[in-house]
């Protein structure tokens, strides 16, 4: 049997609301396409490389466990940017996505370190941007999902999508998430891949194109994802 491995980092300080069903749902699907996926936690960075890593994953937390996961994080910051230059697939979700960048800045001014593996920073505010969201994307289609951030992200790179219910990367741009190389960032927890079986499948497929074994089959039978997304669907267009 074919197999991938997953680094799921700092587990134990990143997991919002349910951010590990995440990995469920590579799993799963990984196990529908008679793939095995293998899941390596990661609390503590010292010496790790990423020669057996064939996705990564990084959750959400609050801005205190943010930091110091970060903290963590910034001793294999070369190599995690290494590996995304390279291709490697990722997701980050809302903590995990905004420390990729320089820096975040609290509500009341403080500074908090970012990783620096990307060229954008986020500045976070007392008022939250909560609830359901909506997003149209040209790569994944329809992409639902939970937000609650203070953090507001600007920045000139690709994005999953253009947001037509909910906030997303800030309350201006109407943009969500980031999509650089085969790194996905989002502000989506839910968690956001159960109910976007294309995000999942993109990931899966990446990772497979890149240890050159079989996706297959491409498509899987969605009808129940995609009744599950249509309740969101329908849900946000009566709340308007
Ligand atoms: N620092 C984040 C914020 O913007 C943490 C939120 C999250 O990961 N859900 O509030």
Known sequence: MN???VYHFMPDKLNLYSDIGNIIALKQRAKWRNIKLNVVDINETEGVTLDECDIFFIGGGSDREQSLATAELSKIKDTLKAAIED???GLTVCGGYQFLGTKYITPDGKELEGLGILDFYTTSQK???TGDIVIESETFGTIVGFENHGGRTHHDFGTLGHVTHGYGNNDT???EGIHYKNLLGTYLHG???PKNHELTD???EKACERKGIPFEPREL???EEEAAKRVIVDRVKKSK
Request: no cysteine; charged share 35%.
């Open 3 to 5: 197999e991938l491995t």
């Open 87 to 89: 291709g490697m697939p």
């Open 127 to 129: 008022e939250r941007l």
């Open 173 to 175: 741009d109407k943009k």
């Open 191 to 193: 968690p956001i891949l």
């Open 202 to 204: 993109y990931l899966l």
């Open 221 to 223: 039978d969605n009808t």
